[in-house]
């Protein structure tokens, strides 16, 4: 039995949280809502010399060989920073992608520009308003060539390869799209969190190629998010304790009756229920990425237990923090408003919690694996 | 990160396995297990004490503990895996969680030599029970705030006042009392520590009838109680250190558990029962309501997990484990409730044949509340989360320094 992440992963995580500490301040992510900007091209690049964005890529892709263990702990460090970078779309889902269902040929011309940052990737499924099943999707590919359109795609206006699910034939494929090639239009739409920016993707034709097996694409995307919830997951649990953190401080030294606020029940029961809910994310998190590293099929269940625990910790974190800080938490001047922003826009960046729920449930109905466990 | 048994937990595990196979009837998976707060009949601690004396006998009892204590010298992990086998089994009630998970660690990090001795080895044995005396009418989450008291007489101490609140005191031998000695000290520093033998003259325990009907637990009445100073735990006026060491013990007895055996009986109890002219499992508002029971039972056990590996690391468990309870007590509760939403109407009823699932639910749902207060209280776990894991302001005490006698207990005129 051991539950716990090694020395050396902890290292890992200790010195991504001193880089970003360092390099990633809320002003950053603040810059970055505030402006034009679509990301934070300097952090960017610099986590990109860290070479956290090929963590779980081996050496012969342009990736460091660790391994999915280590990069949840940089993605709660990443979710602690708020850092306004497309590293969701890009690691958890289109280099995860290329690693789990790419071609050798495919994986030596994507994956080396993905984990250097010269190139960011994304996942464009969505279509319609809602949660639709997966199978709810126009685009179609016809003789090599996508047609449709999906809408929001998170970083979709950055990104220079989509990994697109589409009609194909009978069946569903998953694609491999060159965003930079003829037939793709890209439409700015304003982000909820403007620190991460989204957009509609049309394709009219554009050149693309089968990922994995075609007429798989709905098992593969399934697969697929079932991986990018538990990374996701980690960078949730980073922002919601990073929410707890700075409401702890401000209100240990926000006097009212003569006493910090922090001393009234009132808010201390709430605070031990922020730290309770990102515990039962965060211990949900250490199993699934257990299965994850493991490829245990734990993960069916284990995934959306983590998803749907770590959005809400997160949402729960930053309402909360906001009504702890009274007036100053509503102002745009103060950061709460950031947290409010990121953990929305991550809570529903994979489907909402309550879509999770819901597949959670089939899946126990189904008998997944390890139900009993 | 592993969950596999090592080889040698492997063989621990086979062992045991085949030990309990060859000793117990395997348990019904879909039987509930008792709500708190059960009172045994004599039979079932006769069926208790032969189960434990077995144990003994051919080495499975209190695993982690010395062998010169009667124990096996054995490691965390090895607890653990007795734990969930035996879990499996048909046995008879452990009334021995406060003596073995409790008293026991605190006697041997506190007691003489002597008391050792006398006491620790024949606990494990399990011939006699153990009992707590902690709370009082007006000591409860206040625990320092008893007003029991123990007064110097020749080599004894005179014991007056009442306990309640006490597990199994009817029935046990023992039990393990804390005392006012000195009313002019603060109300931390004036408590001592006994062990009492429960047959003593003036000793009374007297059921207390729960919400539930069941009686469980007692009040016990101590009139001029007499206890030889050889049987005082711990110097005098350290009571309240003496009483951490139990409470800490409790917590992790009761941290250990899990609240997610209740998840796939109210999954098949929400397949049976009708809703909106079909099955209340294809109800959405359903369907989301289980699903946020699973995932938080899940992340209760994944967090009993991450505490068990520190353990095994050699870490003492912290005011984290405080969460296990904090979470777990009241979730219970809203499981039954909701098993009771399920049943419809017929969810208003006790009648095991009609409401179905022998009314565990129904009985679930009274014995909730004890769960949310025995213990450690939802509100005081929250306290101690606040206080001792994100280092927010203790309470303001307006008792702190004043000697006992001074405190007020009571409403005040003006």
Redesign the interface.
């Known amino acids: 039995m051991n539950l716990e992440f090694s020395e050396d992963q902890q290292f890992i995580q200790k010195n991504a949280r001193e880089y970003l500490t360092e390099h990633a301040t809320l002003d950053v992510c603040r810059r970055v809502l505030e402006s034009d900007e679509p990301y934070a091209q300097d952090l960017w690049k610099g986590v990109a010399e860290m070479g956290w964005l090929g963590t779980a890529v081996p050496e012969e892709y342009g990736g460091t060989g660790l391994g999915h263990l280590e990069l949840v702990l940089i993605a709660q460090e990443v979710g602690r920073a708020l850092a306004p970078i497309p590293f969701s779309s890009s690691v958890y889902l289109a280099t995860e992608a290329l690693l789990q269902f790419g071609s050798e040929e495919q994986k030596k011309q994507w994956l080396p520009g993905l984990c250097s940052g010269e190139r960011i990737g994304t996942y464009a499924a969505v279509e319609k308003l809602g949660d639709p099943e997966l199978d709810e999707v126009d685009a179609v590919l016809s003789g090599g060539k996508l047609s449709g359109e999906k809408v929001p795609v998170l970083d979709g206006d950055v990104a220079n390869l989509a990994v697109v699910l589409a009609k194909d034939g009978e069946a569903y494929s998953l694609l491999l799209v060159d965003l930079a090639g003829s037939g793709v239009r890209r439409t700015n739409l304003e982000s909820f969190d403007p620190s991460r920016s989204q957009a509609r993707l049309t394709f009219d034709g554009a050149d693309a190629e089968v990922l994995g097996k075609a007429g798989n694409g709905i098992a593969q995307a399934e697969a697929l998010l079932d991986r990018a919830a538990v990374m996701m997951g980690f960078e949730q649990v980073g922002g919601s304790e990073r929410a707890l953190d700075v409401t702890r401080e401000y209100t240990m030294g926000r006097y009212a009756f003569g006493r910090p606020i922090a001393s009234f029940q009132a808010l201390k029961h709430r605070m031990a229920d922020m730290y309770a809910a990102n515990q039962i994310a965060l211990s949900n998190g250490y199993y699934a990425s257990w299965a994850l590293s493991t490829g245990n099929a734990e993960l069916a269940l284990a995934a959306c237990n983590v998803r749907v625990a770590a959005s809400d910790a997160f949402v729960l974190a930053a309402e909360e923090m906001i009504q702890m800080h009274g007036g100053v938490g509503y102002t745009w001047e103060f950061d709460c408003h950031l947290f409010y922003r990121r953990a929305k826009l991550l809570g529903l960046a994979l489907g909402s919690a309550s879509a999770w729920r819901e597949k959670l449930i089939r899946r126990l109905e189904a008998g997944a694996a390890g139900a009993a466990a | 990160?592993?969950?596999e048994d090592t080889p040698e937990e492997a063989e621990f595990r086979s062992r045991v396995r085949a030990w309990l196979g060859a000793n117990a009837k395997p348990r019904d998976a879909n039987s509930a297990s008792n709500p708190l707060g059960e009172r045994e009949t004599d039979e079932m601690i006769a069926d208790a004490k032969a189960w434990q004396s077995k144990k003994f006998d051919e080495g499975w009892a209190c695993l982690t503990w010395p062998k010169e204590f009667g124990g096996q010298g054995l490691g965390r992990?090895e607890s653990?895996i007795w734990g969930q086998e035996e879990g499996k089994f048909d046995v008879p009630p452990n009334v021995y969680q406060i003596g073995h998970g409790m008293l026991g660690p605190t006697i041997m990090a506190h007691g003489t030599q002597e008391q050792k001795d006398k006491y620790v080895r024949q606990m494990a044995r399990g011939q006699e029970i153990w009992c707590q005396l902690f709370s009082e009418p007006a000591a409860g989450s206040d625990l320092a705030g008893l007003r029991t008291t123990a007064v110097r007489d020749g080599d004894d101490w005179v014991i007056n006042g009442q306990k309640i609140w006490s597990t199994g005191a009817h029935y046990c031998d023992w039990g393990m009392i804390v005392t006012r000695t000195d009313p002019d000290a603060p109300k931390h520093k004036g408590l001592t520590y006994f062990i009492i033998d429960m047959r003593s003259e003036g000793v009374e325990a007297r059921p207390i009838k729960q919400i539930s009907g069941a009686a469980g637990f007692n009040e016990v009445f101590f009139t001029d109680v007499r206890v030889p100073d050889s049987n005082r735990l711990g110097e005098v006026g350290t009571g309240w250190m003496v009483a951490l060491t139990t409470l800490m013990n409790e917590r992790v007895a009761i941290g250990s558990g899990g609240a997610g055996g209740g998840f796939?009986r109210l999954?098949d109890l929400a397949k049976r029962s009708r809703r909106n002219g079909k099955s209340a499992?294809e109800d959405?508002a359903v369907?989301?309501q289980?699903?946020?029971f699973?995932?938080?039972s899940?992340?209760?056990?994944?967090?009993g997990?991450?505490t068990?590996?520190?353990i095994?690391?050699g870490d003492t468990p912290g005011p984290?484990g405080a969460?296990g309870k904090?979470?777990g007590a009241p979730m219970m509760q809203q499981m039954a409730s909701f098993a009771q939403d399920l049943q419809g109407t017929a969810g208003a009823l006790l009648d095991k044949d009609v409401a179905g699932d022998d009314s565990t639910w129904q009985e679930l749902y009274l014995g909730a509340p004890g769960m949310r207060i025995a213990g450690g209280t939802d509100?005081v776990?929250?306290?101690i989360?606040?206080?001792r894991?994100?280092?927010?302001?203790?309470?303001?005490r307006v008792d702190k320094g004043k000697p006992f006698r001074e405190i007020p207990t009571g409403p005040q005129k003006d």
């Open positions: 990160m592993n969950f992990m653990v796939h999954l499992l959405s369907r989301q289980l699903a946020d699973y995932v938080t899940k992340g209760l056990q994944y967090t997990y991450r068990l590996s520190a095994l690391r984290e969460i904090a979470v509100e776990l929250r306290n989360i606040a206080e894991v994100l280092g927010l302001p203790a309470e303001i």
